[in-house]
């Protein structure tokens, strides 16, 4: 639950100076395209001020405005070319490419939503064209189209822009669907409804108490703070530029709609390590659904929210990852095993959790091998992480006997002979340090230096020259795997090698 996880320090001062409440947290994502992990980052700011908020007895309501009512701007990548006619539309009419869902905005809101579900972050979910359609933005829709004049000359002196002389904060909707072709010419307050001209000409009306259209973008933005009675939103820098977004609503929430300006806090973007900002329009996309493979709902939060939200993060999952796994899991007191010997035995075992719980216990590990619900839990991410983003010397696969036969063609005499002087010596269940010291002190013995001793156990066991660390590695794999490679391997290879 909010009320156990850990407040940052940033988001206990944002609440701090937000003041009494009742307090609405408001965040605002349009599905044009894959909700990303970005813009899961607003959510997550959004969260850790709701938590701060609470704890300090504050009443919160946590809304996420998704913004279906939105048109189709342009054509995000994967979706095929001929949804250009469905330009100008709002997504929540526009059908989805893949024909899963019922929308478009729905076929990208779904996989987010569920994300939003997995890490039980407690939200209420509206969608805009639910909203227009309820007559929920009626009130505000009025005000605007009162105060036409007013909006656009914030407008123009906000963005430094002329204006046209028809302009109008509402986008009536024309009967071909079409949000961007329509200007209004009346509009007929006690009706809720505005005369307008559509695309080809045509006059029509629109009741804007029943969804026949929305406000533009910057307009809505500070009318839904006073339809939702917002008292904060966070942004990302898109929006806070000099000129954007928020510089326009500021002035007319102020202005015009006579709302106090929520509080805000600015967060910056999330990059991939080597393939830049996220962004959708360029499909830069790394989804929630794929970080929640590899990492619980409370690394996900951590990884995204970072140290410190208002500064860019650069998201490293492959060489970074074992470490940042390692420091959330000290953190949350649980005795960590580190991730990269996880790796070593998700990718020894391929899903047998004894024989995890057993390679656990000889390296030392009882807490983590008794408590196998976690472990199966800890297995899945190590495994599905080393698939799509281990480094490739984290990547292994013990080799089948004959495959090791193989390998074992490449070793020279003294390598063989310290294969077969080691493989007697090794029992089931050695300790990962028992192993180690019989494998470095029998390579001394022989006078072999110890990398190229163990580049042989390293050969005959995964066909690599190095591999995990050795000791715990081969302590944690059964003896007569071990033993089979090591010895009869070598008796095979070198009879062959006398016959040939
Ligand atoms: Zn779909």
Known sequence: MSSNR??????????????????????????????????????????????????????????????TADPLRKIAPGVPREYKCYIGHSLSRVPDP???????????????????????IDIEV?????????????????EALEHTAELREILQEVSGRQMPEDWSPYSPRAASGDLSSTRVVEHLPEEHRVVFVDGDGREDTADYSKGVGKLLWRVELAA???????????FGKDHTSRGGSTDTADRMAKEVFRYPVPG???YEWIQIKGKGAMSSSKGIVLLPAALLEIMPPDALRRIVLGRDPARALDLDLAEGFPRFMDGYRAETKEKPVPFTHLVTVAQTVRGDVNAAADMLRQGGYREAAADHEKLVEYLTYARNWTEKWAPEALRFRILLLSEAAEAAKD????????????????????????????????????SIKPKKAFSA?????????????????????????VQQRFCSVIRDTTTGGVEG
């Open 224 to 234: 839904r703070w006073k339809a939702l009675q917002a008292t904060f939103e966070p």
């Open 264 to 266: 805000r806090y600015e």
């Open 126 to 142: 509206l969608r805009s064209h639910k909203l227009y359609e309820s007559g929920f933005y009626a009130g505000v829709t009025r």
């Open 457 to 481: 156990v390293y050969t005959v066991l995964l066909g690599k020259k190095n591999g995990p660390k050795a000791g715990p590695f081969v302590a944690g794999l059964s003896t007569d795997v």
């Open 98 to 120: 893949e024909g899963c869902h019922a929308s478009y905005a729905e076929h990208f809101l779904a996989p987010f939503e569920e994300a939003l579900r997995r890490m039980e």
């Open 6 to 67: 850990y407040i940052p320090a940033w988001a206990a001062s944002v609440a701090d100076a937000l003041g009494p409440g009742p307090h609405v947290v408001v965040t605002g994502i349009s599905p044009s395209g894959n909700i990303h992990v970005g813009n899961l980052r607003e959510v997550l700011v959004a969260e850790a001020v709701v938590d701060a908020l609470k704890a300090k007895g504050e009443r919160v309501r946590f809304l996420f405005h998704a913004d």
């Open 411 to 446: 070793l020279d005499e003294d390598q063989r002979r310290y294969l077969d002087i080691v493989a007697p010596q090794l029992e089931n269940s050695m300790s990962g340090e028992k192993v180690q010291d019989i494998l470095y002190s029998t390579a001394g013995e022989l």
